[in-house]
C-alpha cells in the first residue's frame, strides 16, 4: 500500500518548484520514493531484512520516470490514438 500511495506522488514531486524546471533525474528519484526508502530503512533496523516489494517498487519507479519524454514523441502520439479509438463513439449513439 506505501509503495501504490507513493507512486500516486509522482506528479507533485514534479510540481514542486523549488526543486527546479524540469526537475533533475536524481532530484526526483532522491525525493519521490522517500516514504519507501525511509520503511527499507525501518524494516532493516526492526527486522535486519528490507521486505522483497520495496526492493521492487523502487525498480519499478525509476523506469516510470525515464519513459516520461516518450509520451511527446510522434509516435507515442499515434500509438495512443490507436488505442483510444477503440473506446470512441459516434456522435449521437450510445455504447
Partial sequence: MLVATTILLGTAVGRMTFLGF???LWKYMLLWPLPVYLAMVHDLRTKRMVHPVYVIGIAAMLPMRLVLPLNSS???QTLAAHITAFSRTPAGQER
Fill in 22 to 24: 524540469p526537475v533533475a
Fill in 74 to 76: 510522434a509516435a507515442w
